[in-house]
């Protein structure tokens, strides 16, 4: 399974940007697809995840904020992320994890598949 992100960009704090990833092809069973950011010098950092049946999940620093979602159909999960700030600038990963669950969510091990990453630039 091959995951393409896109959608990342410059925009000023307080501005919009939403993200996209597409996942080459279609999972056996149900899986969680998430949102993961590392900025310079950090750790990847758990961002938000939707589960198959569409419970989503989010860091406490994103919260009201972003909004994750999917479409099932299309193998697609989508980031929306208003209100940015400074602070969010960071590579955005997109994964996908067949056996994440309540207690492993936010590790990057629960995860089987990353995409490429794109960059979002946040200027105050």
């Known amino acids: 399974v091959q995951l393409q992100a896109s959608g990342g960009g410059l925009v000023q704090a307080g501005g919009s940007l939403r993200l996209s990833c597409a996942a080459s092809?279609?999972?056996?069973?149900?899986?969680?697809m998430g949102w993961f950011r590392q900025a310079p010098g950090k750790e990847r950092e758990f961002v938000a995840t939707v589960r198959y049946s569409g419970t989503t999940y989010y860091a406490d620093s994103v919260k009201g904020r972003f909004t994750i979602s999917r479409d099932n159909a299309k193998n697609t999960v989508y980031l929306q992320m208003n209100s940015l700030k400074p602070e969010d600038t960071a590579v955005y990963y997109c994964a996908l994890g067949r056996g994440v669950i309540m207690s492993n969510l936010r590790n990057v091990a629960a995860y089987d598949y990353w995409g490429q990453g794109t960059l979002v630039t946040v200027s105050s």
């Open positions: 092809e279609r999972t056996g069973g149900s899986y969680a």
